[in-house]
């Protein structure tokens, strides 16, 4: 087996600086409901992240940058919670857009 190095590009470093600054401004309360609603989630169930900002905000819970659900998703998918699919659907609130659609796993 022969080990190799890979440098992360430029470009991966300021996105996870960009991601880890939307987190931290974020409102506690509004990433743990996050997370709890995405926990809570039936094993198989199919979304994008819209449709859970959209039970965020519905819940009361309200943030300045709804981007904080980008870091989130990423935290679940490494923890293995959630995994993105090949799919994609438009979301309302990016002009129909096309997001990739995730998969709650366990």
Request: charged share 25%.
């Amino acid at each position: 087996m022969t080990d190799t190095w890979e440098e992360p590009s430029l470009f991966d470093a300021a996105a996870e600086q960009g991601m880890a600054d939307v987190l931290e401004n974020a409102s506690p309360g509004w990433v743990t409901e996050a997370e709890r609603i995405i926990r809570n989630l039936v094993p198989g169930t199919r979304f994008i992240g819209e449709q859970i900002v959209e039970r965020v905000v519905a819940n009361g819970f309200v943030t300045h940058d709804l981007r904080a659900m980008g870091p989130v998703m990423t935290r679940l998918a490494r923890e293995g919670v959630i995994c993105k699919t090949p799919e994609f659907r438009p979301a309302k609130s990016s002009h129909g857009a096309p997001k990739a659609v995730w998969k709650k796993e366990r």
